[in-house]
Structure formats: C-alpha cells, structure tokens
C-alpha cells in the first residue's frame, strides 16, 4: 500500500469554478501534512501547510481529517494561473522522510 | 529567487562522463535531500543526509555518489551513467527538527546520451 494516494487527475475546470483535491495516507503516527505545487518543468513549492483545524489562505483551503487520515484542497474562483499539478506530501513523527503523493493534474480553461 | 541554489541547471553527458550535481542552502537547514523526477512523475527520493550524515539511501545504484561536504553543501557525482538516468534533479532541505517545510532547489535537467 502506498504512504500516499492522490487521485491524479486530470481536472480540467473553467475559470471562476471551485475544485477540491483529496489525498488519503496511510502511515495514523503521520504529523505534518502539505499541498505543493509544481508547475510545467519547475521545481515543487510550497502552496500551504495542512494544520489541524483547517487553514485558508485567499482562495484555497486546507483541511485535515486525522481520523480518516485525509487531507483536501479546496481551490475557490479558480484562475488560468492555478493550472498546475499539485501535490500531497506528508512526514510522518519520526526521522526526515517526506512522501510524496502522485500528484494531481488542474487545467484552468478560459 | 530560490534558497536552494542548484548547478548546473542543465548538464548533457555521455554515458563514459564523470559530472557532478551541486546544491548550497544557507538557511541554516541540517537535513539535505537529493529527488529525481521523471516528467508525470513525484519527485523520488534517493538520498537523506541529515547533520552532515547520509541517513538514507533508497536503493540508489552506485553510479550515483552522494557528497555532504558541509552544512550547506550537497554534491551528486555521476560516473557511467545510463540513458533511463535521464530526468530532473532536484536538492532540497529542511529543518532536521521542529518546522519541517521541505524546500526544492530549481533542479538539474540531465540527459544522458
């Protein structure tokens, strides 16, 4: 079974449309959580990390289920910028590993 | 601009080569990481060093050599590499403890000929 699973698309969204990805892990010692994004041949960034009671930063929302061991990105107004493939990562509480899940593909269409 | 500063940004090679991959970060990060990536694919972890100490190595073929040679320096030594080796490369760190963001450098695009 694998650390991460992300369904990896493709979403293909018109602009101003709402988008939510989900990534499920299975490692329940698991304590830090994250949304990436990578663009077309750059290097992952970070886009925000997941916190226990949900975060929000502008259009996006990250919540965090410990209980189902899940995690989801909820994009809101969604512009031809955010297309991009966005990524699950979680550490779990020991030593320095980071998984990775596949990724999911968006492409905001006009 | 990145914290991680990767070189060269691309490198071609013949699979005879010697190169080497270079990473420098001074945000004062102690765990270093070496990914690949294939286009469509996650990044893949091959090498941890944390504090200066390879910690973990995924079954990486040994014509791939890691260096720490500080803190702040990450080195990838490539010899007799093969065509399928061909992807992006990319350094990362972090925090070994406490705040544990994982930052990527740029990466290095190498094809292998």
């Known amino acids: 079974r694998k650390e991460v699973e992300q369904d990896p698309g493709p979403f293909n969204v018109p602009e101003g449309a709402t988008v939510a990805f989900n990534c499920t892990y299975s490692n329940s010692a698991s304590q830090s959580f994250f949304w990436y994004r990578q663009d077309c041949r750059k290097e992952p960034k970070l886009l925000m990390s997941?916190?226990?009671s949900g975060n929000e930063d502008g259009r996006f929302t990250a919540q965090l289920n410990r209980a189902s061991q899940y995690i989801s990105l909820l994009i809101r107004d969604s512009k031809l910028s955010d297309s991009a493939t966005y990524l699950c990562?979680?550490?779990?509480?020991?030593?320095?590993?980071?998984?990775f899940g596949t990724g999911t593909s968006l492409t905001v269409i006009p | 601009d990145t914290e991680v500063t990767q070189t060269p940004k691309h490198l071609v090679m013949g699979m005879t080569n010697k190169k080497s991959l270079k990473c420098e970060q001074h945000?004062?990060?102690?765990?270093m990481y070496w990914y690949k990536q294939k286009a469509k694919k996650p990044p893949e972890l091959m090498f941890v060093y944390s504090y200066e100490k390879l910690s973990i190595n995924e079954s990486v073929p040994s014509r791939f050599s890691p260096e720490c040679p500080n803190s702040s320096l990450l080195n990838l030594h490539l010899h007799a590499l093969q065509p399928e080796d061909s992807a992006l490369y990319l350094c990362?760190?972090?925090?070994?403890?406490?705040?544990?963001?994982?930052?990527f450098g740029a990466g290095s695009r190498l094809t292998v000929l």
């Open positions: 997941v916190y226990s």
């Open positions: 990562v979680v550490l779990p509480n020991t030593g320095n590993q980071f998984y």
């Open positions: 945000m004062g990060h102690r765990a």
């Open positions: 990362a760190s972090s925090q070994a403890r406490g705040s544990n963001v994982l930052t």
